[in-house]
Nanobody
Framework: QVQLVESGGGLVQAGDSLRLACAAS????????KAWFRQAPGKEREFVAS????????LNADSVKGRFTISGGVAQNKFYLQMDSLKPEDTALYYC?????????????????WGQGTQVTVSS
């Protein structure tokens, strides 16, 4: 059974940093595209960042460019989201996702496997 499990969420203050991790089990995803999404209360799930299976391509939402970095997952079954300079508007439930192609996608519909989410709360 394929499972993605997020960790690293928490309550922080504006300007702080957090590093989220996503561990995969049940199959290997080291050569496949992976991503992070988030969903705030009352809002739709939105794209945050993705990385291709080779690690050569990364995509970031405009709202997190220069602050968040996706990494890992190449030749390892774990990938990360480093979040710096956090803002209250970053507060959301963060999900990791993966699919069975090499490319990095932004649309959640392209991802087959999802974690249960980890809560990130940023206070002002």
């Amino acid at each position: 059974q394929v499972q993605l499990v997020e960790s690293g969420g928490g309550l922080v203050q504006a300007g702080d940093s957090l590093r989220l991790a996503c561990a995969a089990s049940g199959r290997t995803f080291d050569n496949f595209g992976k991503a992070w999404f988030r969903q705030a209360p009352g809002k739709e799930r939105e794209f945050v960042a993705s990385i291709s299976g080779t690690g050569g391509t990364t995509l970031n939402a405009d709202s997190v460019k220069g602050r968040f970095t996706i990494s890992g997952g190449v030749a390892q079954n774990k990938f990360y989201l480093q979040m710096d300079s956090l803002k209250p508007e970053d507060t959301a439930l963060y999900y990791c996702a993966a699919h069975l192609r090499v490319s990095a996608f932004q649309s959640p519909s392209r991802y087959t496997y999802w974690g249960q989410g980890t809560q990130v709360t940023v206070s002002s």
